[in-house]
């Protein structure tokens, strides 16, 4: 760890929050009533007509019956003393035997496991270093995601697995990889005993689809096969599915299976399907992220946001499932407002984020997993010869992740995007409150009638706040300790709720949100104003900001009285590319004169707003990075956060650039920090992000999410650019020692790091 400030400890898990399943192995018997899966990806039917399901998020393989009703076994560790899973990804069996092959993430490894009847039984696992089948020269696998199993011309199986972010790391004595260029991921082939045969970067152009350069195998994550023994792969990072025969040759020597980039690693094929242009930014909507053959026939889930694009094996467009026809199965469920209607209705009305596609124990019947509501679909479609076509829904298991009347401590949550916490107002550092703002814009600054109106406005607030502290004593949160209550934006479950600490036993707090929510709510932050605003119901408190990724909108809650949240006036905002519009708006930044800075995502800029006294909240200009400041011309620019330092200087993270850029407070480019790189070395190649996607400021220090690297850093802000201090990867960690998988929207105070897993379902706390 490189330590360049002695008064800056060494980066380290605290705790987290949030419920992950424990204690169930062994476990078979009817499906409990509040039976949850937390972010399941990968399923199966056997040839038993089980159901092998990958409850990724939970680190489990829970096996089911064909009418999902009872669960059959649940899986933790395959086999006595074998390491437990740790993110089982994808599950395929083996065509011929009763085996079923699970790609292990977390372990870098793949699972075999044979089952007969009610046994289920662990065979042996491969693709590690010192897997005892592979020798010394075999490059280990590094992210295992999709599997696939083939029948190759001469008879025999082949296992292909997609090394998603696979790539070559520095070894002892080497330092970094600063001099290395960025290089391809692979797809790896095994033989069905797990021995290694070969591997691929790059698909060459067909000879009869001519194209200037191949496609080289960008974090390809799904995978599926034919009868003709064609591979399918879900190219995601490039936004594209690829078909090929695959490796047909012998595997490379010895010598060459070592590193990377090696020439010849390539493959024939073809695009099979790209992606209608870019998608709303990696982990959002409208990315291939999986693709699956069944009988002949290639479904290609959540291409379009929210359906299943069905095609021929020759590409040929087949049909779009885009909806489904429920038998209504939450109508036992207790609804406590008008939202909690809604999302029912909306889970049996339509497929939300479908993700890997099954056959099921009939020709017409399909299983789909949907890991942002933590459920798994059997689905009849009948017919794939209408453009447009409508499932039936036969069963879905998975219970909402902390319905309604559920009581317990450690509440589930269900895509927690953002966390924020409540400051004490009176030890932030004093500043001026202009009068009168240059920015505001000319039709506004010099009304007659909006300065009469912020003259009244001013006035009777003051009276109010006079008034409301002889009368009433709020105490908000315990501001008073150095680590109050947190609130969380549970996306899944479409609301907003407190965490409040004890020591570093963290509990749920009691329902904080009365005002209405919006679906694809996101990012969080407090502004404190210096002088009450028109309408605030509790003088002295702050203001809650909150981006809606969908609608393009920010809604503003209020505390009240009784310390719930409540709307402040209605959301600002409209989606569109026009002056003051949003579009894809994530995180926010707001200073104590009210400026309102907004990554403004889908429309490649920050976007500056004014709230004043009154309420109102005024558009003020629109602002992108100058690329002549930096020399980085053709790099788009997606901001994904917004900080501001004590300087009043914006720090924003430029996502798919993979860097931080710093603005002033008006918009100017300043400098920007970073490129794209693995950072496999924590000692060195400190300036190497992939997607970052959050930032906080915390005191003199910037704490920045690297979600591919899975990393936190965090760095001194200085004039001209970032110090780094520290970090720490955490990707290959269990949940209960810091593990993260998808970290989202930080919040950093008083050098506590609370970070929000979006599939994890947790939020993790560190200490610097």
Not at 183 to 193: A, G, L, M, T
Not at 577 to 584: E, I, V
Not at 636 to 651: C, G, N, S, Y
Request: overall charge negative; aromatic content about 10%; charged content about 20%.
């Amino acid at each position: 760890m490189d330590m360049r400030n002695e008064d800056v400890a060494a980066l380290r898990h605290v705790t987290h929050y949030g419920q992950i399943a424990s204690g169930d192995t062994g476990y078979s018997g009817p499906i409990p009533d509040d039976f949850t899966f937390n972010s399941p990806i990968g399923l199966c039917m056997d040839r038993n007509h089980h159901v092998w399901i990958c409850d990724t998020g939970n680190n489990r393989v829970v096996i089911v019956d064909r009418d999902l009703a009872r669960i059959v076994r649940i899986i933790r560790a395959p086999g006595e003393g074998v390491k437990p899973f740790l993110m089982p990804f994808h599950a395929c069996q083996h065509p011929q035997l009763d085996r079923m092959y699970i790609t292990d993430i977390g372990n870098s490894r793949v699972v075999v496991m044979d089952f007969e009847g009610g046994r289920f039984d662990f065979a042996f696992d491969f693709g590690y270093a010192g897997d005892g089948i592979n020798d010394a020269n075999f490059e280990p696998l590094q992210d295992p995601n999709g599997i696939t199993l083939v029948r190759e011309p001469d008879g025999a199986h082949a296992v292909y697995v997609c090394d998603e972010f696979f790539h070559a790391r520095a070894r002892p004595g080497q330092g970094g990889a600063k001099s290395r260029p960025l290089q391809p991921n692979r797809c790896v082939k095994f033989s069905d005993e797990g021995r290694y045969l070969g591997e691929f970067n790059t698909v060459a152009p067909d000879p009869a689809h001519p194209k200037k350069d191949g496609h080289t195998l960008y974090w390809p994550q799904g995978i599926s096969s034919d009868a003709e023994a064609n591979l399918y792969i879900a190219n995601t990072g490039a936004y594209e599915i690829l078909k090929t025969p695959g490796v047909r040759a012998a595997p490379a020597p010895a010598s060459r299976r070592r590193g990377r980039g090696d020439a010849g690693q390539a493959v024939a094929g073809q695009v099979f399907e790209h992606g209608f242009g870019k998608p709303n930014g990696i982990g959002m909507l409208n990315i291939m992220r999986s693709v699956n053959v069944v009988g002949e026939r290639v479904f290609v889930a959540d291409h379009v946001m929210n359906t299943i694009s069905v095609y021929a094996c020759d590409g040929t467009p087949l049909t779009t499932i885009a909806g489904i026809n429920p038998l209504w199965n939450h109508g036992h469920e207790h609804s406590r407002s008008l939202g909690d209607l809604v999302y029912y209705g909306m889970e049996d009305e339509a497929l939300l984020s479908p993700y890997v596609v099954a056959q099921g124990e009939a020709d017409d019947i399909f299983l789909v997993s949907e890991p942002f509501t933590s459920r798994i679909l059997k689905l009849r479609i009948a017919d794939f010869t209408q453009p447009l076509t409508t499932a039936e829904l036969l069963v879905a298991i998975g219970n909402r992740r902390d319905t309604p009347e559920r009581r317990c401590n450690s509440t589930q949550f269900n895509c927690v995007t953002s966390v924020v916490g409540l400051r004490d107002a009176r030890r932030a550092p004093a500043r001026t409150v202009p009068d009168n703002l240059p920015d505001m814009p000319a039709w506004l600054k010099y009304n007659p009638w909006q300065q009469w109106y912020m003259g009244v406005s001013a006035g009777v607030t003051e009276q109010y706040r006079i008034w409301y502290e002889q009368m009433h004593k709020l105490v908000a949160a315990n501001t008073d300790s150095a680590h109050p209550a947190v609130f969380n934006v549970d996306a899944g479950n479409w609301t907003i709720r407190a965490w409040s600490a004890s020591t570093r036993a963290f509990g749920n707090a009691p329902r904080v949100l009365e005002g209405y929510y919006l679906p694809g709510d996101l990012a969080m932050a407090m502004y404190y104003p210096r002088r009450p605003l028109l309408g605030q119901l509790c003088p002295g408190t702050p203001l809650m900001f909150v981006t809606n990724f969908n609608f393009g909108t920010v809604s503003i809650y209020q505390f009240g009285p009784q310390g719930k949240l409540l709307n402040y006036g209605v959301p600002f905002g409209i989606k569109g590319s026009g002056d003051g519009c949003l579009s894809g708006p994530q995180g926010l930044a707001i200073s104590d004169q009210g400026e309102i800075h907004i990554a403004d995502s889908l429309n490649n800029r920050v976007a500056k707003w004014q709230i004043l006294q009154t309420g109102q909240v005024v558009f003020i200009r629109n602002f992108t990075w100058d690329a002549a400041c930096d020399g980085t011309e053709g790099q788009a620019f997606m901001p994904t956060d917004v900080a501001m330092d004590d300087k009043q200087r914006l720090l924003v993270t430029d996502q798919f650039s993979n860097r931080i850029c710093a603005f002033d407070r008006d918009g100017a480019s300043l400098w920007s920090y970073g490129k794209e790189g693995y950072w496999d070395n924590e000692d060195s190649d400190e300036t190497h992000f992939m997607l970052p996607t959050s930032l906080c400021v915390d005191g003199e220090f910037l704490v920045v999410n690297d979600l591919v690297n899975r990393a936190l850093k965090i760095f001194r802000v200085g004039d001209n650019g970032l110090e780094f201090i520290s970090g720490k990867q955490f990707f290959k960690n269990p949940p209960e020692q810091g593990g993260i998988w998808m970290p989202y929207l930080l919040y950093a105070h008083q050098r506590r790091i609370y970070v929000p897993d979006s599939t994890y379902n947790v939020v993790q706390i560190f200490e610097y």
